[in-house]
């Protein structure tokens, strides 16, 4: 009884920390999901796209309220991540999914990487592989207080999530706090947003 | 209390329910602010595998409290910067004591023990398994820095700086901290936001 206890709390522990490991190189960012289906390009108002592609803008603060502004009508899940960040990685296949399942219902996805110039490439790679296609964003203040502060990412950790109401107002912050942030988390947060 | 809650969670955990449920009451509290009593800490184990408590460095003039860990690219990038602050301020009084509190493999002691090694750490370097130093002084992030004066109050918290890369640094904000102290003055920004990673509490 206490061998099986012992290794079912060991086995809990393990997943656990996998679950919420911190960074690792993107090669470990989970299971590649395929090119997405055309489709599922938020910032493009209708028609069909045969070719998957992701192209990274780099932003500050004012280029985001834009963007809200563009997208009023529709509730905004701001996605902010980075290829330094291990649970966003986890996070990032789910989130991306979301588009495709709750587009037709007015869900808007929006990646925003919190990442060093450097790795534009990369984050197109990721990004793809984890079925994105569209256009993304990069903080133009790279891993720095100006990206935590400019884009009001309260806790200063990633992953952080927010979701924006149809009238532009924040309905909801998602992050890790006691425990690792899950996707049936911000599924939910996404489902109390929707109209 | 807490051993409730402990037993609570040690069954639940066999039940396989997660971790996540087990919320505990004694988690309400936010950590320090500026102006605060510092936290005590007693018998931490370092890297010397010797115990640390903060009584231990009454000595020093200025404490500056760094939660840092082996896996997170944010602290490691900090990592040099330590190095070379604990180097430039040792002969004015103040004392770098970092701590870890994750419990991933990656960031356990004989990890940390390597880590130190390689990147020439010329401070403690403490492990809190419990996390209750952590939770003491509400560290969210590593690197995350509680800068402990004369009389072991708060007087800065937050960032080292305002960029990962060295090169991209406009505001030393520890530094400065440090400078107005040894000066014995109040720093002028007193808390910063802290980035990074998000400490691994259970």
């Given at each position: 009884?206490?061998r099986?206890?012992?290794?079912a709390?060991?086995?809990?522990?393990?997943?656990?920390a996998?679950a919420?490991?911190?960074?690792?190189s993107s090669?470990?960012?989970?299971?590649?999901?395929?090119?997405?289906?055309?489709?599922?390009q938020?910032?493009?108002?209708?028609?069909?796209?045969?070719?998957?592609?992701?192209?990274?803008?780099?932003?500050?603060?004012?280029?985001?309220?834009?963007?809200?502004?563009?997208?009023q009508?529709?509730?905004?899940?701001?996605?902010?991540?980075?290829?330094?960040?291990?649970?966003?990685?986890?996070?990032?296949p789910h989130?991306i999914?979301?588009?495709?399942?709750?587009?037709?219902?007015?869900?808007?996805?929006?990646?925003?990487?919190?990442?060093?110039?450097?790795?534009?490439?990369?984050?197109?790679?990721?990004?793809?592989?984890?079925?994105y296609?569209?256009?993304?964003?990069?903080?133009?203040?790279?891993?720095?207080?100006?990206?935590?502060?400019?884009?009001?990412?309260?806790?200063?950790?990633l992953?952080?999530?927010?979701?924006?109401?149809?009238?532009?107002?924040?309905?909801?912050?998602?992050?890790?706090?006691?425990?690792?942030?899950?996707?049936?988390?911000?599924?939910?947060a996404?489902?109390?947003?929707?109209? | 209390?807490?051993?409730?809650?402990?037993?609570?969670?040690?069954?639940?955990?066999?039940?396989?329910?997660?971790?996540?449920?087990?919320a505990?009451?004694?988690?309400?509290?936010?950590?320090?602010?500026v102006?605060?009593?510092?936290?005590?800490?007693?018998?931490?184990?370092?890297?010397?595998?010797?115990?640390?408590s903060?009584?231990d460095?009454?000595?020093?003039?200025?404490?500056?409290?760094?939660?840092?860990?082996?896996?997170?690219?944010v602290a490691?990038?900090?990592?040099?910067?330590?190095?070379?602050?604990?180097?430039?301020?040792?002969?004015?009084g103040?004392?770098?004591?970092?701590?870890?509190v994750?419990?991933?493999?990656?960031?356990r002691?004989?990890q940390?023990?390597?880590?130190?090694?390689e990147?020439?750490?010329?401070?403690?370097?403490l492990?809190?398994?419990?996390q209750?130093?952590?939770?003491?002084?509400?560290?969210?992030?590593t690197?995350?820095?509680?800068?402990?004066?004369?009389?072991?109050k708060?007087?800065?918290?937050?960032?080292?700086?305002?960029?990962?890369?060295?090169d991209?640094?406009?505001?030393?904000?520890?530094?400065?901290?440090?400078?107005?102290?040894?000066?014995?003055?109040?720093?002028?920004?007193?808390?910063?936001?802290?980035?990074?990673?998000?400490?691994?509490?259970?």
């Amino acid at each position: 009884m206490a061998r099986l206890r012992t290794s079912a709390l060991a086995a809990s522990v393990v997943a656990l920390a996998l679950a919420s490991g911190c960074p690792q190189s993107s090669e470990d960012a989970g299971p590649p999901a395929g090119r997405a289906p055309a489709g599922s390009q938020p910032n493009q108002t209708g028609g069909d796209s045969t070719t998957a592609n992701v192209e990274i803008e780099v932003i500050n603060e004012e280029d985001l309220q834009q963007i809200l502004d563009q997208n009023q009508g529709k509730v905004v899940l701001l996605d902010f991540w980075g290829t330094w960040c291990a649970p966003c990685l986890e996070l990032l296949p789910h989130t991306i999914e979301l588009q495709q399942r709750y587009g037709d219902r007015g869900l808007v996805v929006i990646p925003i990487a919190i990442d060093v110039e450097d790795t534009k490439p990369e984050l197109e790679d990721v990004l793809l592989d984890n079925g994105y296609s569209g256009t993304a964003y990069l903080s133009e203040y790279g891993i720095s207080e100006q990206s935590i502060t400019s884009f009001e990412i309260a806790t200063g950790a990633l992953p952080y999530l927010r979701i924006h109401s149809p009238d532009g107002t924040v309905a909801a912050e998602l992050y890790s706090d006691r425990q690792p942030l899950e996707p049936a988390d911000i599924e939910a947060a996404v489902e109390a947003a929707l109209p | 209390m807490l051993r409730m809650w402990q037993s609570v969670c040690a069954a639940l955990l066999v039940a396989m329910v997660p971790l996540a449920s087990c919320a505990r009451a004694e988690e309400e509290a936010k950590g320090l602010k500026v102006g605060d009593k510092a936290a005590e800490w007693k018998d931490i184990i370092g890297i010397d595998d010797k115990k640390h408590s903060l009584a231990d460095y009454k000595e020093a003039k200025v404490i500056v409290l760094a939660f840092i860990c082996n896996h997170c690219p944010v602290a490691v990038a900090y990592e040099d910067r330590l190095v070379t602050l604990q180097k430039d301020y040792k002969e004015k009084g103040v004392q770098v004591i970092a701590v870890n509190v994750n419990n991933l493999p990656a960031d356990r002691l004989d990890q940390m023990k390597i880590r130190a090694k390689e990147k020439g750490f010329n401070f403690p370097y403490l492990y809190d398994s419990t996390q209750k130093i952590a939770h003491d002084y509400g560290a969210k992030v590593t690197p995350h820095i509680f800068v402990l004066d004369k009389e072991r109050k708060i007087a800065y918290m937050g960032a080292i700086d305002d960029n990962q890369q060295v090169d991209k640094v406009s505001k030393q904000y520890l530094r400065d901290a440090l400078d107005a102290l040894l000066a014995g003055k109040k720093p002028q920004v007193a808390e910063t936001k802290a980035f990074g990673c998000s400490i691994k509490y259970e």
